[in-house]
């Protein structure tokens, strides 16, 4: 794949030779990950055996001299325990911050104990590099779902101050990506963006203090989908002017809960307790069906087709993530 | 560590004023009735050693700051205030916080000391998540700034977890701190590419409870031990048990003991860290 007026996203080979793994240095764009050690102790006693059949992908640093490892450090990682005195690999052109972040990604397939931040971040030098907005195309391009390239657009969408909270040297004061992606819908609300009191990081910075403090009875981040609920319903409703004073003294008021956000008339929480109960009773029924034994009913497995695309379709519009 | 004054000396008003001057620009107000209210909190026959353990506290002014930051800038590579004298690119970032926090009381502190409050060098400071989009290359410099480093543990997690994934092509980057352990340096040194830079420097003399202190006796910081665990049972000698008593004007570290901040059922510290 290219990008008009730039280079190929693969970088060029060079060839195949035999170096020390001392004079080898990971990859800086290799996301911080622990490998897990079982299966790198398999790799090991494996290598141990027979060598390292497949050679790691490297490049030369033009700037420092050093040789870079683009894709192997896990059989690099084997090679060091090892105490190996050489290594093959097979060089490449050295490859430009658009390519080794490219390769990154596509080797490293992101792993949901990543923190998002910095992919976000890399994300956005792909965008800015390659002009390139559209989420379908990020997402091929960089191997990641689609889902996930959109939680990074959000998190790029808030001002940098908060940005910054997600790459808190400090673990304990460290944001989780996940507040900011969940607080989004509020945050971006076309309603509450139209009161008159509303200003998107004024009410940030309130929200960070009611979970940090953990006032007005806030529990998890997911709290922020109920608060989006109680809003829609409201403005379903026609309650924009109750459901915005509502707000306002929930904001400024740590002893209130989200439960004040309620407005009765507006509420669907009677009905959604009503398909609760529905959905409970039909996983049950599903849970237990003998596929043998249903296994020409035709016109049932087609409505179970259906019912599954049906629920993934309604899960993607509430920007849960779908778990496979 | 400061020396404290001799053993028995008078709790008198001469020796409560020069507590309150050297304390005074803590911020929360440190006054005769705080000082008072600390003391009581140790037996009668505990008070002198708690007041020498005050005389000891090594308070950093904000002045202290100031011109730490101004030696430490002046002191690196290739930096100078006229661009054209630079070399390479040169960008600055607080290492740690966010608004309000540390971090960044450290990066206002750090412009105003270095001349740099003015627009036209607005550029030269940048937040975190700026970092992979300059770009950076080997003859570029990045400044982070912060106040404190105790054990290094959380630069070093810092650096593996996201920093070195941010600067991908090893430009210069130095670690600017007002105070900072021996035991800090080497470890930051040794562990990532982070060079640090620090105006006063804390050995195992400045731990409290090190056979190298000898400001107090065995006897003494067996003492000390037993209020530090009243008043943080799980941390008595402070985070990386540095037993420091070291106090910045902003706030007290954490690895400092925790008589002097701790805020519990138990124990009312004179340098709380949160209001």
């Not at chain 1, 909270?165 to 139209?194: H, W």
């Not at chain 1, 959604?272 to 003998?290: F, P």
């Not at chain 2, 661009?83 to 040169?90: D, H, L, N, T, V």
Request: glycine share 4%; aromatic share 10%.
């Amino acid at each position: 794949m290219a990008y008009k007026g730039q280079s190929p996203l693969v970088p060029e080979t060079i060839g195949v030779k035999y170096v020390n793994p001392n004079d080898l240095t990971p990859n800086p764009h290799n996301p911080r990950i622990l490998f897990d050690k079982a299966p790198l102790a398999t790799l090991q006693e494996s290598i141990k055996k027979v060598g390292i059949l497949v050679p790691l992908t490297v490049y030369r640093e033009s700037k420092t001299g050093r040789y870079v490892i683009l894709d192997g450090q896990r059989r690099w990682t084997c090679a060091i325990a090892l105490k190996m005195d050489r290594v093959p690999v097979n060089q490449v052109a050295e490859p430009t911050l658009v390519q080794n972040i490219v390769t990154m990604f596509q080797i490293h397939k992101l792993r949901e104990d990543w923190e998002l931040m910095p992919t976000a971040l890399k994300l956005e030098v792909l965008m800015k590099k390659l002009n390139e907005k559209s989420e379908k195309k990020l997402a091929e391009l960089t191997g990641l779902d689609q889902a996930v390239v959109v939680r990074c657009k959000k998190l790029l969408s808030y001002p940098k101050g908060y940005q910054d909270m997600m790459l808190d040297p400090d673990p304990e004061k460290r944001m989780k990506a996940d507040f900011f992606i969940e607080l989004y819908p509020v945050r971006n609300d076309r309603v509450v963006n139209k009161f008159s009191w509303f200003s998107k990081d004024k009410f940030t910075h309130r929200m960070l203090d009611k979970y940090h403090s953990r006032s007005s009875g806030f529990k998890s981040v997911t709290d922020f989908r109920i608060m989006k609920q109680h809003i829609n319903n409201a403005h379903r409703a026609k309650k924009d002017r109750q459901i915005s004073e509502k707000l306002r003294e929930f904001l400024k008021d740590d002893s209130l809960t989200l439960d004040h956000l309620i407005i009765k008339s507006a509420s669907v929480s009677a009905q959604a307790h009503k398909l609760l109960q529905g959905i409970k009773k039909l996983e049950e029924e599903i849970k237990h069906l003998d596929v043998n034994e249903y296994y020409g009913e035709e016109e049932m497995w087609i409505h179970l087709e259906r019912l599954m695309k049906l629920i993934e379709t309604k899960l993607r519009a509430s920007g849960r993530r779908i778990k496979r | 560590m400061r020396t404290p004054r001799p053993r028995a000396s008078a709790i008198d008003m001469k020796r409560m004023r020069e507590w309150m001057g050297d304390f005074g620009s803590y911020r929360v107000a440190i006054n005769e009735a705080r000082i008072d209210r600390w003391l009581n909190q140790f037996a009668a026959d505990d008070q002198d050693l708690a007041a020498r353990l005050l005389d000891a506290v090594d308070f950093i002014t904000y002045t202290q700051m100031v011109h730490a930051f101004r030696n430490i800038l002046a002191s690196l590579d290739g930096w100078h205030i006229d661009p054209a004298s630079r070399i390479g690119k040169w960008r600055f970032a607080p290492f740690s916080g966010s608004s309000g926090e540390s971090g960044d009381t450290m990066m206002w502190q750090f412009r105003h000391a270095n001349n740099l409050t003015g627009k036209q060098y607005r550029d030269l400071f940048i937040y975190r998540r700026d970092l992979l989009g300059e770009d950076f290359g080997p003859n570029d410099t990045v400044v982070f700034v912060d106040d404190f480093s105790g054990t290094g543990t959380q630069a070093c997690d810092a650096w593996k977890e996201q920093l070195e994934e941010l600067l991908p092509n090893s430009p210069r980057t130095y670690l600017v701190l007002v105070v900072a352990s021996t035991a800090a340096r080497n470890r930051i040194s040794d562990e990532t590419g982070l060079t640090v830079v620090n105006n006063i420097d804390l050995t195992g003399r400045d731990n409290i409870f090190s056979a190298e202190c000898a400001h107090f006796t065995e006897k003494e910081k067996a003492t000390i031990l037993e209020y530090c665990e009243k008043a943080d049972k799980r941390e008595p000698r402070g985070f990386g048990d540095c037993g420091y008593v070291v106090v910045f004007a902003h706030k007290c570290p954490n690895n400092s003991i925790p008589i002097l901040h701790k805020r519990s059922r138990h124990w009312e510290g004179l340098f709380r860290r949160y209001d």
